[in-house]
């Protein structure tokens, strides 16, 4: 990025909360609704983000050898230059329509991990091009064996060496912004939807540009010459049921490289993840979109590590706003922490949206560390302040 441009990035959105207000002028309604809404009354949305809010931390101003901490983290075998990355988000192609390379291009060229989702709008392959060795694949298991194993040889045969899968779609989700606006994907142009459209003319440009959005990964196994509903519903077909603790070791077996399962809260359940054979665990409740009483992965984020022990990689999502929520993440118990919606508010910025929120995340980390007196992400643990008397933790958890 140029340093003008840069800069006046840097003046006009200085916070994820700046880059949100633009977003939300930029994004036609029924997208817009998709991408920050939750299930039902949206508490657990609320709640990721409250959760996160209330988790103190010391700042020790006499600390020695803490003047210019260190962001870089070892993950997997590899060293990366931030903590935190890019959570799977489908349908970023209707959202924005064309962000997704951008996105991941950046994630690449600021050493920080991208997750494609089966979801996408563009195929597996071509965003391999994008994200390169950053990039990671998240599965959503298809209910079929033999259409998953095709899936799973595609991401290995696209280079792929981290499988994300995610376990907590069970069933069809609910979720009452979309049907009010009768969201499908491609999407029915109705009344409303064709007048949310023409509100966001920059949006109906791109999508004149990019296309209509398709799931590039689940439509080759359509049957040809399906309506639009009757695609959706076969595509709804493919992921209904559990992924059991059988489905998950079938998935080990066919896969070489790391997986990762995401979408884990319960301590118990995360070991069950382990013993089927996963090298790590995302701690999420999928941004409050799939049961609104579930706690928030700050919440649990203490009681997993706990049961997992130090040397599991954990990992943690929901409701991380800044550098200082990454900071907090960690301090809980996780070793990396990756951010969902901040990134589509960063994409309507333009194509350098991505690298600006990167940037700024950085800066804001960089900046909590140091005033915390903690040289590097690691250590952020030994930071956590007690919580202010009488005020209960989310979740219950009131011992850190
Ligand atoms: C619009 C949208 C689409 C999502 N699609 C997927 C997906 O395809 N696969 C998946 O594992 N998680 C998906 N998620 C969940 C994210 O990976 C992540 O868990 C969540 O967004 C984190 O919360 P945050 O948005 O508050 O950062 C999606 C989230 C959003 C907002």
Avoid at 28 to 46: H, K, L, M, S
Avoid at 60 to 78: C, M, N, Q, S
Avoid at 98 to 121: D, F, K, M, N, Y
């Amino acid at each position: 990025m140029a340093d003008r441009l840069r800069a006046a990035m840097q003046q006009r959105y200085p916070s994820v909360a700046h880059m949100k207000a633009q977003a939300a002028r930029r994004i036609p309604r029924f997208a817009w609704d998709y991408a920050i809404g939750g299930i039902g009354a949206e508490a657990g949305v609320r709640r990721n983000i409250d959760d996160l809010q209330r988790v103190l931390m010391m700042p020790r101003y006499l600390a020695e050898g803490a003047d210019a901490p260190v962001l870089a983290t070892r993950l997997f075998g590899r060293t990366l230059e931030a903590p935190f990355g890019v959570a799977p988000m489908g349908l970023n192609g209707l959202i924005w329509p064309g962000c997704e390379p951008p996105i991941a291009a950046a994630a690449r060229r600021h050493g920080v991990v991208h997750v494609l989702s089966t979801h996408a709008t563009r195929s597996l392959a071509d965003m391999k091009r994008h994200s390169g060795d950053n990039g990671w694949f998240q599965l959503y298991p298809p209910n079929d064996p033999a259409l998953e194993s095709d899936l799973i040889g595609r991401a290995r045969q696209a280079g792929y060496e981290v499988l994300v899968v995610t376990i907590d779609i069970p069933g069809a989700t609910r979720r009452a912004r979309d049907i009010r606006n009768g969201l499908s994907v491609p999407p029915r142009i109705g009344a409303r939807t064709l007048a949310h459209m023409l509100a966001r003319p920059r949006w109906l440009a791109r999508l004149a540009r990019h296309g209509i959005p398709h799931f590039r990964n689940l439509e080759p196994y359509a049957p040809d010459g399906l309506g639009i509903e009757a695609l959706g519903r076969f595509l709804g077909s493919l992921l209904a049921g559990h992924i059991t603790a059988d489905r998950l070791r079938r998935i080990r077996d066919q896969w070489p490289g790391r997986l990762v399962v995401k979408g884990v809260l319960d301590p118990a359940e995360a070991a069950a993840c382990l013993a089927c054979g996963a090298d790590a665990i995302v701690v999420s409740n999928h941004g409050g979109r799939q049961l609104d009483a579930a706690p928030s992965a700050a919440a649990m984020l203490p009681a997993i590590r706990a049961r997992l022990g130090p040397d599991v990689p954990v990992f943690a999502d929901g409701g991380v706003r800044s550098g200082l929520d990454i900071a907090r993440m960690i301090a809980l118990g996780a070793d990396y922490v990756f951010l969902g919606r901040p990134f589509l508010f960063a994409a309507t910025l333009g194509d350098d949206g991505a690298d600006h929120l990167i940037a700024v995340l950085k800066e804001e980390l960089r900046t909590t560390l140091l005033q915390l007196g903690c040289d590097r992400p690691a250590r952020l643990p030994a930071f956590l302040a007690a919580p202010p008397a009488g005020e209960p933790l989310a979740g219950g958890q009131r011992e850190w």
